[in-house]
């Protein structure tokens, strides 16, 4: 599990993280009124970014759904949890409403590096698992070719897959579609 920075001798509030955060050069995650410093990435990590946006973006032109990479963030269920995910995706109009905080996201992606592969695969999880409108949960690793994909079922329970290079492919079965691992990792590995 991360670090948490202390926020001086008082917790912050939610009002108070968002203001710093608009002016910070740093970003941070908020959670129980801690900072969560988040530290850098590398350039692998940063080009699987590039490349799911990219190919979302294609993908679903003129369907609704608007894609976010890693600076805007979302609000996880009770207002004293915010995170950025590495890429996300939401149809729903209510996150038309504000432009730094989004609350309804139905995938996200968690591109996965050899110091988060624990926060990512776990912690963040049982964080994200509280967002109601969120369907796939997908982590891509930094460091191989290999992509998990969660899927939230009818009833509220989660299902994983493991992909990997060999299945050439994966499934987002929130969007029924599928993103290519030659797609996702170019100018990778």
Request: hydrophobic share 25%; charged share 30%; aromatic share 16%.
């Given at each position: 599990m991360k670090e948490y920075a202390l926020t001086g001798?008082?917790?912050l509030s939610v009002e108070e993280y968002i203001e710093s955060e608009e002016r910070s050069e740093l970003r941070h995650e908020f959670t129980e009124n801690q900072l969560i410093p988040t530290p850098g990435t590398t350039d692998y990590h940063n080009q699987i970014c590039q490349n799911l946006s990219f190919l979302l973006r294609v993908l679903l032109k003129s369907q609704g759904f608007r894609i976010?990479?890693?600076?805007v963030k979302v609000q996880i269920t009770n207002q004293r949890d915010y995170t950025?995910?590495?890429v996300f995706v939401t149809s729903d109009p209510r996150d038309?409403?504000?432009r730094y905080i989004k609350k309804y996201p139905s995938i996200i992606f968690e591109v996965m590096s050899k110091t988060s592969r624990i926060e990512d695969s776990t912690d963040k999880f049982i964080r994200y698992k509280n967002i109601e409108s969120l369907r796939n949960y997908i982590l891509v690793d930094s460091e191989k070719q290999l992509v998990e994909v969660r899927v939230k079922l009818d009833n509220g329970d989660w299902e994983s897959e493991t992909?990997?290079?060999s299945n050439t492919r994966f499934r987002v079965a929130a969007l029924s579609l599928?993103?290519?691992f030659e797609e996702v990792y170019e100018g990778v590995l």
């Open positions: 001798t008082k917790p976010f990479v890693e600076g950025y995910p590495d038309l409403e504000d992909y990997l290079t599928e993103l290519t």
